[in-house]
Every structure is written in structure tokens, then in C-alpha cells.
């Protein structure tokens, strides 16, 4: 797991091939975020890379154990099948 604790966020970043596989790990990020009701900010940059960060505002914007239950999802999102 390449996930790392800054300012009080899980953040981890992604590269992927290009746009289109880039946009779709976003749109696969967003549908686990509404089956948790958990909502990551999410950044697609230089068109093929994600940064994710995680925080749990009703606990004080911290890292909490709901924001490392998603990146584990997250993670296992790009594990092939």
C-alpha cells in the first residue's frame, strides 16, 4: 500500500496508460465513495495521473479508520479480477 499520511490526509497518487483508463479509476473511485458515503477529494492532473485524499470531516478532519477501510477498496479496485 502506498498510502501516506500528510496534513492530517490518507493521500496516495495513481498513474495510469492514459485519459480514458485515468477517468474510468475515477468514476470506479466515486461509486465505492457513494456505496460508503465516504467522499474523497479527487484530482486528475496531467492527464493520465490521480491524486486521492482522504479525511474524515465529522471527526475533526482527520485520518480515521473509515478513510483507511476505503483506501483498502481503493486498492483493491486495481487488482485484477
Known amino acids: 500500500m502506498n498510502w501516506s499520511i500528510e496534513n492530517n490526509k490518507l493521500e496516495r497518487d495513481f498513474m495510469f496508460e492514459d485519459f480514458k483508463e485515468a477517468l474510468e479509476f475515477v468514476n470506479l473511485v466515486g461509486h465505492i465513495a457513494e456505496e460508503m458515503d465516504h467522499h474523497p477529494t479527487i484530482l486528475l492532473h496531467s492527464y493520465k495521473k490521480v491524486n486521492i485524499k482522504l479525511t474524515t ?25
Open 57 to 81: 470531516s465529522e471527526e475533526g478532519n482527520t485520518v480515521t479508520e473509515l478513510d483507511h477501510k476505503m483506501a483498502k477498496k481503493i486498492d483493491e479496485s486495481l487488482k485484477p479480477n
